[in-house]
């Protein structure tokens, strides 16, 4: 079946400092790939997203782009700010079938940045 | 303001007591979804609907119910509570449309966090 990894965590970084946040997937076909945002005590909120191969999503700073060669949408920002404290979720969703919608999460990622 | 409303946001009971956790959408989005976070497993896709009176199984349905009888409403049914479905609940809904287009982003709710004792 479908699979996300995310590299372990959890993440602490300077103010300013660069972030990567690395994701792999296992799926057949040609899923669409997410990344979504936890801020503390809210729900997810869509961060980016691609949906095909060499496309790039980008949002507020932060920068994935879907490599189907190495099957990753590795997560990128230059300068992280303290407010980008955060639980990260590496997502996917194939199109068809009986997992019509369903998201495919990796285990999530936090990250704390100090000021 | 669009938006996905779960009730309620915190919530402890006792093995056994049945509760509802509702979820509603003011978007008119077709589908809706409702998956469990857990510490190192991500979230979980527990049941979704593609529309009023169609629903399905999804990837940890057992111990589970929902309902869907009105656009809007998808609430989460745990007839028989059990500690092992101490978690954090999230009600999702988007549009039906083509796979991956940005009609099929899914808006999530606020968390209902549940602990069974």
């Given at each position: 079946?479908?699979?996300?990894?995310q590299m372990e965590g959890p993440v602490t970084l300077s103010?300013?400092a660069?972030l990567t946040i690395n994701c792999?997937?296992?799926?057949?076909?040609?899923?669409?790939?997410?990344?979504?945002v936890q801020y503390p005590?809210?729900?997810?909120?869509?961060?980016?997203?691609?949906?095909?191969?060499?496309?790039?999503?980008?949002?507020?700073?932060?920068?994935?782009?879907?490599?189907?060669?190495?099957?990753?949408?590795?997560l990128?920002?230059?300068?992280v700010?303290v407010?980008d404290s955060a639980v990260y979720f590496c997502?996917?969703?194939?199109?068809?079938?009986?997992?019509?919608?369903?998201?495919?999460?990796g285990q999530g990622t936090i990250l704390t940045v100090h000021? | 303001?669009?938006?996905?409303?779960?009730?309620?946001?915190?919530?402890?009971?006792?093995?056994?007591?049945?509760?509802?956790?509702?979820?509603?959408?003011?978007?008119?989005?077709?589908?809706?979804?409702?998956?469990?976070?857990?510490p190192g497993?991500g979230?979980?896709?527990?049941?979704?609907?593609?529309?009023?009176?169609?629903?399905?199984?999804?990837?940890?349905?057992?111990?589970?119910?929902?309902?869907?009888?009105?656009?809007?409403?998808?609430?989460?049914?745990?007839?028989?509570?059990?500690?092992?479905?101490?978690?954090?609940?999230?009600?999702?809904?988007?549009?039906?449309?083509?796979?991956?287009?940005?009609?099929?982003?899914?808006?999530?709710?606020?968390?209902?966090?549940?602990?069974?004792?």
């Open positions: 079946g479908d699979s996300v990894t103010e300013e660069f792999t997937y296992t799926a057949t076909g040609y899923p669409s790939l997410f990344w979504y005590g809210e729900g997810l909120q869509l961060l980016l997203k691609a949906t095909k191969a060499d496309d790039k999503g980008s949002n507020k700073g932060f920068e994935a782009t879907y490599r189907k060669e190495t099957t990753s949408f590795h990128e920002k230059g300068s700010q407010s997502a996917l969703t194939r199109a068809g079938g009986t997992s019509y919608g369903k998201l495919t999460f000021p | 303001e669009a938006q996905v409303t779960q009730n309620p946001r915190y919530l402890i009971t006792v093995t056994g007591k049945k509760l509802t956790v509702t979820c509603s959408q003011n978007m008119n989005h077709e589908y809706m979804s409702w998956y469990r976070q857990d497993l979230l979980r896709q527990i049941y979704y609907s593609m529309n009023v009176e169609v629903t399905d199984k999804g990837d940890v349905p057992e111990g589970y119910k929902v309902s869907r009888k009105e656009k809007r409403n998808f609430p989460l049914i745990l007839e028989s509570p059990s500690p092992n479905q101490t978690s954090l609940y999230f009600c999702a809904s988007s549009p039906l449309g083509v796979q991956g287009s940005s009609k099929n982003i899914q808006y999530f709710g606020a968390g209902t966090r549940l602990s069974v004792l």
